[in-house]
């Protein structure tokens, strides 16, 4: 199965920088495409970040324009940069992988997920 591990959460001040990273290992040819959620409490749980097969991204509204995403294939990673931090932006970040399915693939992966808290 694939295993998704999220790093580089933990506690940053209002107007600061982040860098999450999701580390992907197993059965890595499941995948098909990665992105970035993020969950407030009493939340849904919400797209962040997304990039496609083909290399593209997408944004949320709410981060569009201080964030930055992107995928390194040869490292199986997915890192997730955020700048000029708000309150609101604290949550659980969670890593995702879309899978292929099949027999031996799931159609969704999840990491653990890393808390994000931003203070002012």
């Known amino acids: 199965q694939v295993q998704l591990v999220e790093s580089g959460g933990g506690l940053v001040q209002a107007g600061g920088s982040l860098r999450l990273s999701c580390k992907a290992s197993g059965d890595i040819g499941c995948i098909s495409t990665m992105g970035w959620y993020r969950q407030a409490p009493g939340d849904e749980r919400t797209l962040v970040a997304a990039?496609?097969?083909?290399?593209?991204?997408k944004y949320a509204d709410s981060v569009k324009g201080r964030s930055t995403i992107s995928d390194d294939n040869a490292k199986n990673t997915l890192d997730l940069e955020m700048n000029r931090l708000t309150l609101e932006d604290t949550a659980v970040y969670y890593c995702?992988?879309?899978?292929?399915?099949?027999?031996?693939?799931?159609?969704?992966?999840w990491g653990q997920g890393t808390q994000v808290t931003v203070s002012s």
């Open positions: 995702n992988a879309e899978g292929i399915g099949g027999s031996n693939c799931q159609y969704n992966y």
């Open positions: 990039v496609t097969s083909g290399g593209r991204a």
